[in-house]
């Protein structure tokens, strides 16, 4: 029997819908109205419309058009109509979304409104730099602005939902989806994820310029193995617990309403369904009230891993572990309904999740306004306006990161000299927009000749050189690299001998890093190698500026170029912020958070490495053949975590503690003073470390538990303080419980990992 569409009184109190209702402003629901709501809809609710919310899909047709004629597409518009659909994702637009929208709303029987899901990762029209880099600014109130800037100008276009940030952990940069996060280190990417998560949420996600944050990939899909994408990872339940779940249970306290898992296992269990990760940890230990997605049809990948036989055990497996949605993987729709019904699955751990998927959407204020999000107005003046441009040059200046400057050589003058521009990716106005901009348009980043060009007082020549790639590449498409035509050297040469400076651009194209970009070959692809010392036999004042989404091998250039600049890939102002940036109209201030190696041989490299019982940073006078080191190549890496120079110099000095030793649960300040040594301001970021000489498992030889961002005047100088708690000093067993033990530790403060201004104090019981 079918069943009507219901608009009794019960239906209109539960979700409060209006079929033709106009974006209001709204009063945030409570927790326990909530909860009401959401109890009384599934009351009403069949098992098929239960089943229907734990669905997504991808937008599938033209929206504003006609149906769909395909079968497939028919039956997704079918499944729409019907209530058998969530959410959907890839439906961009205040016409598609809305056009959607209606469907779900008013042609389905409970008129329960989609969730609009899309991947938002460093900004929608108006691009930030990639995530990577903004990290590199360790600036949390610009990465809190970017991230609003992204809410904005998404919410503007209908959507209501991100699938970020991206808070993976990674040491290998041969993982192309570094660039997506947040670097190496869990105490920075926590406090990264916070920022981000507050960003896209905002204080209350009724507001119509807001969506639900989603932190990913829970967890360790930043540990593929060789750094190879939708590979497995492998690493141990104490590296879990304190280096790749912090960024998580920080955005969770922060109030991110979804997560998503990703395409590796962990511990041997696919973490799509790995009920340890998903129920224990996330739902029970940490109070997770929001849901669970999986990714791109990571449940239905079961099958493929050996981990479920059919699509019926891939469902049982998921839901019961705790993945309440499965993005396009056609394994709910199809199996969940019957496997309720016989009994397999508990009525009630459906129930769960169709509860946490309708109560965030309360939380959004769907119910209350299925078209809060489609006001055409609002679209047109919200996307692109001049805040926002102005709010992502901001990050972008302060994203980049200075590695070096031998003979003052930067910042150039304004005046009276011969630049020349040297590169592939000099004129280039869509490579710097990065990956993952999908709702962004080609070529509209501001190339880096159009931002040096903004100055008149020198004189401008460029060349090429050679091209980087030689197809027009989509991000589904395979990049040809040039590796044979050396046509345009002659040229950049000539063109570099007369220069005063010359300026060359080299780096990775924007779509050689992202989501199924690994590489094994971290050098500067194609020919610019090659270029670059060609140049450099006959002009050596270059200046090195590098867009690219990992870090590189950069020995040569270290070596022989005086002044290298890691520009990144900045979004929509790149070349505006790069160009203020080598002119000393901003000083740079950014830190790399990752760190870059000498050779591909040391992958995975990272600061905060365990000792071993003969490290790789022996003792003077102890070195022997037998301790842990290469023979072709050095233990340290080529610039550590936390390094970046400035225009100007800084002075650690007087590192002092106000008490030699304290018990659990107290506190002890720690202050050093900072001068400004050199010509003009400059800001610095303080970073402080940490060393437990001795715990019941072995420690990391520094970790990063704070800092601070610092602008001087010339010659000024700062007392700074930092703060040390249990939450600095403490540790997660293999079991996942936290422990603060005492004994004695030593402190660093500086401008990088590299910190050596040390003290030391003891914590008793």
């Not at 409060?16 to 974006?23: P, V, W």
């Amino acid at each position: 029997m079918k069943l009507k569409r219901i608009t009794t009184p019960i239906l209109i109190a539960a979700i409060s819908l209006t079929a033709n209702a106009q974006t209001s402003s709204s009063m945030k629901l409570s927790e326990a109205e909530i909860t009401t709501k959401v109890d009384s809809l599934l009351k009403l609710m069949t098992l098929e419309e239960k089943v229907g919310q734990t669905v997504q899909y991808n937008g599938f047709w033209d929206v504003t058009g006609p149906a769909p004629n395909g079968a497939n597409e028919a039956k997704k518009y079918d499944d729409l109509k019907n209530g058998r659909v969530g959410s959907m994702l890839s439906v961009r637009g205040v016409k598609e979304v809305r056009a959607v929208q209606k469907i779900a709303v008013e042609e389905s029987r409970l008129g329960i409104p989609l969730i609009i899901g899309f991947d938002v990762i460093h900004g929608y029209k108006t691009l930030s730099p990639i995530p990577l880099a903004e990290a590199a600014s360790w600036d949390l109130e610009a990465i809190k602005k970017s991230a609003q800037v992204a809410a904005s100008e998404a919410a503007a276009s209908g959507i209501n939902w991100t699938f970020a940030p991206m808070v993976d952990i990674s040491r290998d940069p041969r993982w192309g989806r570094v660039m997506e996060g947040g670097g190496e280190d869990p105490y920075l990417g926590s406090k990264i994820a916070v920022a981000r998560v507050t960003g896209f949420q905002g204080e209350d996600l009724t507001d119509p310029l807001t969506i639900a944050a989603c932190a990913k990939h829970f967890a360790g899909y930043g540990f593929a193995e060789a750094g190879r994408e939708y590979n497995k990872a492998e690493f141990s339940a104490v590296t879990l617990h304190n280096v790749v779940l912090p960024p998580f249970k920080a955005a969770v306290e922060a109030g991110t309403r979804t997560l998503m898992n990703g395409f590796n296992e962990w511990n041997g269990l696919p973490v799509t369904a790995n009920k340890y990760l998903l129920r224990d940890v996330l739902k029970d230990k940490w109070d997770f009230s929001g849901f669970v997605v999986s990714d791109w049809a990571s449940i239905q990948e079961m099958i493929t891993w050996g981990y479920a036989k059919d699509e019926k055990e891939a469902a049982i497996r998921a839901i019961n572990a705790g993945t309440d949605m499965d993005m396009e993987g056609y394994v709910y729709n199809e199996a969940l309904e019957e496997l309720v019904e016989n009994g397999t699955i508990d009525e009630e751990v459906l129930n769960d999740a169709v509860r946490r998927i309708l109560s965030v959407k309360f939380e959004l204020g769907l119910f209350e306004d299925p078209y809060r999000y489609c006001d055409e107005e609002r679209e047109k003046t919200v996307i692109g306006s001049k805040e926002n441009h102005e709010a992502v040059l901001d990050m972008a200046k302060k994203s980049i990161v200075l590695l070096k400057n031998e003979k003052n050589l930067l910042p150039l003058q304004k005046k009276n000299q011969h630049i020349a521009i040297i590169g592939p990716l000099v004129d280039d106005d869509n490579s710097p927009l990065g990956s993952w901009r999908l709702g962004s348009d080609d070529h509209t980043g501001v190339s880096f000749l159009e931002g040096m060009q903004a100055y008149k007082g020198n004189k401008i020549s460029y060349e090429k050189g050679v091209s980087l790639i030689s197809n027009d590449p989509q991000f589904t498409k395979e990049l040809h690299v040039n590796t044979s035509d050396t046509t345009g050297f002659s040229k950049a040469i000539e063109t570099a001998k007369t220069a005063d400076v010359v300026v060359m651009v080299l780096g990775e194209h924007g779509f050689q890093t992202g989501e199924g970009r690994s590489r094994t070959v971290l050098e500067l692809p194609g020919l610019q190698q090659e270029l670059l010392e060609k140049v450099y036999e006959v002009n050596k004042n270059i200046v090195l500026v590098l867009n690219n989404g990992r870090p590189l091998l950069l020995n040569w250039a270290a070596e022989n170029i005086p002044a290298i600049v890691e520009a990144w890939q900045l979004g929509t102002e790149s070349g505006n912020a790069i160009a203020q940036v080598l002119y000393g109209d901003y000083n740079p201030s950014g830190k790399l958070p990752m760190t870059f190696p000498r050779s591909v041989g040391q992958i995975p490299i990272y600061y905060n490495k365990r000792n071993t019982g003969r490290p790789v940073d022996p003792a003077p006078g102890q070195e022997q053949v037998f301790w842990s080191k290469y023979i072709d190549e050095e233990n340290s890496p080529l610039y550590s975590f936390g390094y970046g120079l400035s225009y100007t110099s800084f002075e650690y000095t007087n590192l002092k503690l106000n008490k030699d030793s304290f018990k659990t649960s107290g506190e002890i300040d720690v202050q050093v003073t900072l001068k400004n040594i050199g010509d003009v301001a400059g800001r610095e970021v303080a970073q402080l470390y940490i060393h437990d000489k001795y715990a019941s498992i072995i420690r990391p030889v520094k970790e990063l538990k704070g800092f601070q961002l610092v602008d001087l005047k010339k010659g000024e100088s700062k007392t700074i303080h930092f703060t040390l708690t249990d939450k600095e000093l403490g540790f997660y067993d293999a079991e996942g419980n936290y422990k603060v033990e005492s004994g004695e530790f030593s402190v660093f403060v500086g401008g990088s990992s590299e910190a050596s201004l040390e003290t030391t104090f003891t914590l008793e019981d």
